[in-house]
């Protein structure tokens, strides 16, 4: 089995798609701060317009790949589809070019049932072999390498875990343990999405380190155990379709805007909050948010809403597409 080797890895559109500015995002270990850092927001933007960047993939995560490429700088490239990332475009999982060196084959990826799962906004994984340490997302998700000892105060805690870098441990605090869970209330989600306030998003951004529109409410969601698709596009066909007088807090808010073509497409995803509030993260170079939604431009712009909460049994959730849109 294939995983990912690097704290987050980008997944390309092509082996060609990377700039020079890139760089630091295409090695192992990679330098994503350092990336971000350098990149201004001309660049920034051109990740969107260029369509150059498709999603990111966390550590550890499971990828299958379809084919291996050699670039003409000797660079070698797996082309790998995401199994945990939902896409139209793709039935096996969402579709994309990583770096050969940012993949290795190994027996630590983790089954659900057996994941570590971070859920501090950064977590710092440590212990590791050459007393390295690794700056993890939220959502990072790895194999629990022996039990928890119950211990008085949880912040003095450790939890080891086997990962493909070797064994390391994490602070207790920080994790979520096999068996544990969060309801999945509109809530939790708040609680949860209020956290990476101020964070500047990111086109295809997938991680606590930037996030794109579809990728915030992605990873909310997949923190109370809902797998949505991982696109704005795909998620809008699925979940219970709700009339947008009818929103309470937990349901989606899609928009839409005329494509290069002039046709109009969902392009924008929100969380609603309730009390004519959402949580998004806006567009290129601006920041994740909560705000009104009455007197905004996404007002005119709102075409959908939909609900994966189960409002007849609070605390529960629908599973993402048993209810298509239209049904």
């Known amino acids: 089995m294939s995983c990912v080797a690097v704290a987050v890895a980008g997944l390309w559109t092509s082996p060609d798609a990377p700039r020079a500015i890139d760089a630091p995002a295409l090695g192992n270990p990679v330098l994503l701060e350092r990336?971000?850092?350098?990149?201004?927001?001309?660049?920034?933007?051109?990740?969107?317009?260029?369509?150059?960047?498709?999603?990111?993939?966390?550590?550890?995560?499971?990828?299958?790949?379809?084919?291996?490429?050699?670039?003409?700088?000797?660079?070698?490239?797996?082309?790998?589809?995401?199994?945990?990332?939902?896409?139209?475009?793709?039935?096996?999982?969402?579709?994309?070019?990583?770096?050969?060196?940012?993949?290795v084959e190994a027996e630590g990826c983790p089954a659900d049932a057996e994941s570590v799962v971070v859920m501090a906004p950064i977590a710092w994984l440590q212990g590791l072999p050459q007393e390295r340490s690794l700056k993890l997302s939220f959502l990072t998700r790895l194999k629990l390498a022996e039990p928890v000892p119950e211990v008085a105060d949880r912040r003095a805690s450790r939890v080891w875990v086997e990962t493909s870098l070797g064994r390391g441990w994490l602070p207790r605090d920080s994790v979520q343990l096999p068996g544990e869970g969060l309801p999945a209330t509109a809530a939790t989600l708040e609680t949860l999405g209020r956290r990476f306030d101020g964070l500047r998003y990111l086109w295809a951004g997938n991680s606590s380190f930037g996030y794109d529109c579809s990728g915030l409410v992605h990873s909310l969601f997949a923190a109370i155990g809902m797998r949505l698709p991982r696109d704005a596009h795909d998620q809008v066909e699925t979940g219970l379709p709700v009339a947008p007088d009818e929103r309470r807090g937990g349901d989606l808010l899609f928009f839409e805007k005329p494509d290069d073509a002039g046709r109009l497409v969902v392009d924008h995803v929100a969380l609603y909050l309730g009390d004519d509030r959402m949580l998004h993260a806006p567009t290129n170079n601006a920041r994740i948010e909560c705000r009104r939604l009455s007197g905004s431009r996404y007002e005119t712009q709102l075409c959908a809403v939909r609900r994966f909460l189960d409002p007849g049994d609070p605390g529960t959730a629908i599973p993402a597409g048993t209810v298509p849109a239209g049904t």
Do not use: F, M
Request: hydrophobic share 40%; glycine share 8%.
């Open 35 to 103: 990336w971000l850092a350098a990149l201004d927001d001309e660049t920034r933007l051109a990740l969107c317009k260029e369509k150059r960047l498709a999603t990111q993939v966390l550590l550890d995560t499971p990828v299958g790949i379809l084919e291996r490429h050699r670039d003409g700088h000797g660079n070698d490239w797996c082309r790998v589809v995401v199994p945990s990332q939902r896409s139209s475009l793709d039935e096996r999982g969402y579709p994309g070019w990583i770096p050969a060196a940012q993949l």
